[in-house]
Structure formats: C-alpha cells, structure tokens
T-cell receptor
Framework: DTAVSQTPKYLVTQMGNDKSIKCEQNLGHDTMYWYKQDSKKFLKIMFSYNNKELIINETVPNRFSPKSPDKAHLNLHINSLELGDSAVYFC?????????????FGPGTRLTVL | KNEVEQSPQNLTAQEGEFITINCSYSVGISALHWLQQHPGGGIVSLFMLSSGKKKHGRLIATINIQEKHSSLHITASHPRDSAVYICAVLTQGGSEKLVFGKGTKLTVNP
C-alpha cells in the first residue's frame, strides 16, 4: 500500500548508457515531480507533470526526459549517462497542480554512473 | 547568495530539549514547505505553509510573510527526530519554481 514507489532503488551503470527510473503513485494525485539530490545533499527540482502536461523544466540537460504514460506514473529516462548524473533521484506527488500542496516523496533511486 | 537560507547548518541537542530551526528567504513566495530527510535517505513532507502557524504532534511550523522568515520547532525532542530538515519555498511570479535550502542536520542524543 506504498503511496509513492520508485524502481529501481539502486542503479549502477556505465557512462554512455541509457537508463530509466520508474515512479508510481496510488494517491490519485494530479501532479508528480522529479528531484535530484547531489552529493552535498542539495535538492533540486527537475520536472513536474500535471495531467500529462509538463509544467516545470528546471533547465536540466535534454538527455533527461520525463515520460508520463498516465496520471499515476512519471518515469525518468536518461540518455548517454555521464559521471555527473550520479545522484539520488526522488519522485514526489501532490494533489493538484497548484504546487502549494504537501508533497509525498518516494524512497529515492540511487544512481551511480561508472 | 542562495535564495533560501537555513540556520543552523548543524544542531546537536539532548533528548527533551526544545529545538528551533530557522529559514529565511529573499524572494516572494506563495508557499513554504518543511521536509524531513531521515539518515536512510527517505524524505517526508512535514508542513506546507502560506501564513500563520501549523502544528502536528510535537512539531510546530510558523511563517512570517512580511519578515520572509519561517521557523520549525520541535518540542520534547527525541533521538528519532535526528534527521536533516529542509526548507523549500515556492516562488511567485511568471515562472513558479521550488527552491530548497541546504538543510539543517539535527542530532538528538539520548
């Protein structure tokens, strides 16, 4: 009965590969987000989706692309992985698109690029 | 200078102490979040504030919009409160964005 789930929890891959991280929420929320937490534990928002519409893109490299097959899922696809992509990626969701609601976070995916 | 500043960066307390973590911001906001990140990495959203004060159990969050300042208080602190507490503001304006502080690492000793 996990509210926001992410898979995988850990991902180790070689530089140059393409990988995806999946996120699912069973809360019926309208908005989902992806965050990157760097080695200094600093959180940065990457994307948010409201009813399949991208509403925030925080100037992340275009190697990162969010894909939302339906309201309950927001997957993060990363092309041509680089060493600097190593980080913990968190997915979150909130009830509506106002972005002022409490956000519910997934457990995080630790990506290591070798 | 970061748009969101938290203080202190690190805080060590004894069990039972009253704890205050501060957050100041320099931009117009429509809301402010307090998040808690546990040592294992999981993040929990504690509060979302746009004015006044909210209370949940031993946690109290206040915000003063005029002074651009928010505080998170923990009463009767416990070792399980040990975590990183992060303040994040939703900025106003044509392009809303969520800006995070660098976090306050709290350690509560038994």
């Amino acid at each position: 009965d996990t509210a926001v789930s992410q898979t995988p929890k850990y991902l180790v891959t070689q530089m140059g590969n393409d990988k995806s991280i999946k996120c699912e929420q069973n809360l019926g929320h309208d908005t989902m987000y992806w965050y990157k937490q760097d080695s200094k534990k600093f959180l940065k928002i990457m994307f948010s989706y409201n009813n399949k519409e991208l509403i925030i893109n925080e100037t992340v490299p275009n190697r990162f692309s969010p894909k939302s097959p339906d309201k309950a899922h927001l997957n993060l696809h990363i092309n041509s992985l680089e060493l600097g992509d190593s980080a913990v990626y968190f997915c979150a969701s909130s009830p509506d698109g106002a972005n002022t609601d409490t956000q519910y976070f997934g457990p995080g995916t630790r990506l290591t690029v070798l | 200078k970061n748009e969101v500043e938290q203080s202190p960066q690190n805080l060590t307390a004894q069990e039972g102490e009253f704890i205050t973590i501060n957050c100041s911001y320099s931009v117009g906001i429509s809301a402010l979040h307090w998040l808690q990140q546990h040592p294992g990495g999981g993040i929990v959203s504690l509060f979302m504030l746009s004015s006044g004060k909210k209370k949940h159990g031993r946690l109290i969050a206040t915000i003063n919009i005029q002074e651009k300042h928010s505080s998170l208080h923990i009463t009767a602190s416990h070792p399980r409160d040990s975590a990183v507490y992060i303040c994040a503001v939703l900025t106003q304006g044509g392009s809303e964005k969520l800006v995070f502080g660098k976090g306050t690492k709290l350690t509560v000793n038994p």
